[in-house]
């Protein structure tokens, strides 16, 4: 286990905000977890790859970044392969395994970043696909005690970008691997936003699971600002789920607002849409602000403090309560 006194966090985090970290312990194997940490770890964060991140202030917690590496086959059959992957892993680099082991299941959520290990953490999802479709078990450890716990997949108690380590037991567990289901037939889920439209344009009708992943990819390239070049963390609030009575009265007043139900009580408002129609698309101040094509986006042009995002953050969620009366809820963790 290395260990970093006094670092900058800027390389870690997408939203490239400066911010020193009093101490970082690198976990790179599972020895590391097993012998080098003491229980009850107290006053820790957990890292992965800091892309649902907002740090506002210096570290004084002990962050424990999770670098640990390995992919599985546990068991396969014709039709499926259970497989076992170390947290530190990256995220998008085992979709691209996956699909070259002719593994599938993960395609639409292909290019998200981060680590297997924070996949569990807001359930990602992304193009009509959630990853509790496939996660079959969560390891982990329990901060507390050492104790290393296996989750099955109801245990996870998954939701819409929520899991019970994001709520329930937030802060408790360090996941230390996660253990998938993926299909050896192909299941293509194509009825998404573009994703249609990208693939006819290449001329393709019958798409394999890569073509799909391809064409997510390019998608993403195209919308989304790359944190390498202008940092952020990736859709800064979660859509909105709102009773149907609200969705009403809104739609007497904005005709077109864009909806997709959930049940026959509640109905999801593309959060993007409503912070446009609030009048932030674009809003720049300095070096930070709403990413122009995409208003879900903050970002950090350069130098920007991580306070000062948080601050923008509580102004667009207050306007577009009193605009809308809808509660944005933020989606990033704010350090
Ligand atoms: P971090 O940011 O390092 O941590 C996030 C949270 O998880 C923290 O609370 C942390 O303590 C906890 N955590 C991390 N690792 C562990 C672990 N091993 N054990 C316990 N807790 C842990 N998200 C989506 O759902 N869908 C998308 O399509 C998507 N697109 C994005 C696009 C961009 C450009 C960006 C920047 C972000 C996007 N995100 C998306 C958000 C982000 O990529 C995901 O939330 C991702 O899973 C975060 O992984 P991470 O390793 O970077 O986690
Ligand atoms: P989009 O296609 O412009 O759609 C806007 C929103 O409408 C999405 O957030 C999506 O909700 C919802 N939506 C669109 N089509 C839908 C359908 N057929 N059924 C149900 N809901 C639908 O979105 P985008 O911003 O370009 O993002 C594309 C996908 O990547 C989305 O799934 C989005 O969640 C994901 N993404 C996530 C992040 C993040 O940081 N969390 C960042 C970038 C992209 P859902 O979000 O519920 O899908």
Request: glycine share 8%; aromatic share 10%.
């Amino acid at each position: 286990m290395k260990i970093l006194h006094n670092t900058d966090l800027q390389p870690f985090n997408t939203f490239n905000i400066n911010s020193i970290a009093a101490e970082i312990f690198v976990i790179e194997s599972m020895d590391d977890f097993e012998n080098n940490l003491k229980f009850p770890l107290k006053n820790i964060k957990i890292w992965g790859g800091g892309s649902n991140i907002l740090l506002t202030q210096p570290q004084s917690d002990t962050i424990l970044k999770i670098e640990t590496k390995g992919k599985n086959i546990l068991q396969e059959n014709d039709n499926e392969a259970i497989v076992k992957v170390a947290a530190g892993e990256n995220w998008h680099q085992f979709v691209l395994w996956s699909l070259e082991n002719k593994l599938y299941g993960l395609e639409n959520l292909s290019l998200i970043p981060g680590t297997v290990g924070a996949c569990p953490i807001q359930n990602i999802g992304a193009y009509g696909v959630e990853v509790k479709s496939v996660i079959e078990n969560v390891e982990a450890i329990d901060l507390e005690t050492g104790k290393t716990l296996t989750f099955a997949n109801q245990d996870c108690e998954f939701g819409y970008r929520d899991s019970i380590f994001k709520s329930k037991y937030k802060g408790k567990y360090l996941i230390t691997s996660v253990i998938f289901k993926l299909s050896k037939k192909p299941n293509i889920k194509i009825g998404y936003g573009d994703v249609q439209k990208i693939l006819a344009e290449n001329g393709i009708s019958n798409p394999t699971p890569s073509d799909v992943s391809n064409a997510i990819i390019s998608i993403r390239q195209s919308k989304l600002p790359d944190p390498k070049e202008v940092g952020n963390a990736g859709s800064f609030f979660k859509n909105p789920i709102i009773p149907i009575d609200l969705f009403d009265n809104l739609k007497q007043k904005f005709d077109n607002i864009p909806s997709y139900p959930i049940d026959n009580e509640s109905i999801k408002i593309p959060a993007g849409w409503i912070i446009e129609k609030c009048g932030w698309k674009g809003f720049r101040e300095s070096n930070f602000g709403v990413h122009p094509n995409q208003a879900l986006v903050l970002v950090n042009y350069g130098g920007a403090s991580g306070k000062s995002i948080h601050h923008l953050a509580q102004k667009i969620q207050s306007d577009c309560y009193e605009k809308m009366g809808i509660k944005l809820e933020m989606e990033v963790n704010v350090w």
